[in-house]
């Protein structure tokens, strides 16, 4: 089993950097969406849509990360410095997702709302991830 796995990530790691972050990305991405979907039908009666979007937040962050640095980037230490910069990312990009869903809301459902603004957030995630977060000095 240990040589498949050894043997698929072989594979998986001589894939174009942007191609293994849209994989990568991409998982991150559904799972962030179904987190906060998720959250969301479990506390909408309880919490404010925001705060809701905020604890997925706080919950994606290590996934990304982890996903980010040892299946993309592949950068070798600086964890904790990555970690910093990763985290302040989806702060910023947090409060970026929290006005597209203000504004969105009222138009769409929030549903629709969040998997809008995750397709535009996603993108600027990757240029930080790609030109900040995980750059090769």
């Known amino acids: 089993m240990l040589k498949i ?3 698929l990530l072989n594979i998986f790691f001589k894939i174009p950097e942007k191609l293994r972050y849209l994989l990568v990305g991409g998982f991150n991405t559904v799972t962030g969406y179904c987190i ?3 959250l969301y039908i ?3 009666n309880i919490f404010h849509y925001n705060l809701i ?3 997925q937040y706080l919950l994606i962050i290590n ?3 982890i996903n980010m640095k040892f299946f993309v980037f592949r950068t070798k230490g600086n964890y904790r410095k990555e970690y910093i910069k990763t985290f302040s990312t989806y702060i910023f990009t ?3 997702n929290a006005l597209f869903l203000f504004i969105l809301q009222h138009i769409f459902n929030i549903y629709i ?3 809008i603004s995750l397709l535009i957030i996603t993108i600027i995630i990757y240029l930080m991830h790609k030109h900040i977060n ?3 000095v």
């Open 94 to 96: 947090y409060f970026l």
């Open 36 to 38: 906060f979907i998720l």
């Open 53 to 55: 979007l905020f604890i």
């Open 5 to 7: 796995i050894h043997w």
């Open 42 to 44: 479990l506390l909408e």
């Open 134 to 136: 995980f750059k090769q």
């Open 63 to 65: 996934i990304s990360y």
């Open 113 to 115: 709302s969040q998997l």
